[in-house]
Nanobody, 125 residues
Framework: QVQLVESGGGLAQAGGSLRLSCAAS????????MAWFRQAPGKERDFVAV????????YYANSVKGRFTISRDNAKNTVYLQMNSLEPEDTAVYYC??????????????????WGQGTQVTVSS
């Protein structure tokens, strides 16, 4: 079983940057696609970005495209989310997730087998 632990959240000003990290406990990390989701108060958990096993392919939600970058280091069992040009609307709890394989929509929460506990990101205007 893969355990995921996020870090790097905090408070940033609009226009600023934060880098989130998600460390996996198991070396099978490299066999899982990794994604970031976020959930604002009172809202559903939304897809942010995903990266394939080797890191060769990435895909982003339209709301973060061009501002956020997902990457992974399989040697360190870690996935990252670099967030630039932050906006107050980016305020949410950010979760990393791991998928051993997809049966449908890669943006769907049901496609992911393992989740971290979340890290809070707050962007002030």
């Amino acid at each position: 079983q893969v355990q995921l632990v996020e870090s790097g959240g905090g408070l940033a000003q609009a226009g600023g940057s934060l880098r989130l990290s998600c460390a996996a406990s198991d070396r099978t990390f490299s066999t899982h696609a990794m994604a970031w989701f976020r959930q604002a108060p009172g809202k559903e958990r939304d897809f942010v970005a995903v990266i394939t096993l080797s890191g060769g392919v990435t895909y982003y939600a339209n709301s973060v495209k061009g501002r956020f970058t997902i990457s992974r280091d399989n040697a360190k069992n870690t996935v990252y989310l670099q967030m630039n040009s932050l906006e107050p609307e980016d305020t949410a709890v950010y979760y990393c997730a791991a998928s051993s394989g997809y049966s449908g929509n890669i943006e769907g929460v049901d496609e992911y087998d393992y989740w971290g506990q979340g890290t809070q990101v707050t962007v002030s205007s």
